[in-house]
């Protein structure tokens, strides 16, 4: 059932996991342009040959993946991994919204600013701490 034994995963829950699994299978972009298939996905028209772009961008995929099946299973690490990645989003999309200076790189800015607070209100409300036994 989950970290809770008769109680469901909260629905803020349920949409960070999903969301950090599809930013997973973003990231895996660059790793299958390497490979000839990003052309096919690949919605910026770029290639991405260097290795150590890959690499990070492969490393980032793994771990969000990671972390949308911890919080779709309730995995108490993950609670805490959470919180430090919404403090990290907060703070870069503040600078980026701070220097963007495009409209659509404000509107960009205020989505990922708005998705950050979204989600360390998320994570630190009495329900999603205790799906996760914290």
Known sequence: MGAIEG????LRVTIIGILSILAGLIYLFPVLDVYGLGNLINMTNQTFQSGPIVLTAFVIA??????????????RPI????????????????????????????LFALLWFA????????????????????
């Open 62 to 75: 793994i771990a969000n993946l990671i972390l949308g099946l911890g919080c779709l299973y309730g995995w």
């Open 7 to 10: 109680k469901g995963r909260p």
């Open 115 to 134: 998705i950050a607070i979204y989600v360390i209100f998320a994570v630190l409300s009495r329900k999603t701490r205790a799906w996760f036994s914290i």
């Open 79 to 106: 609670w805490f991994y959470l919180v430090i990645i919404s403090v990290i989003n907060f703070v870069v999309a503040l600078a980026v919204l701070l220097n963007a200076n495009l409209w659509q790189a404000v």
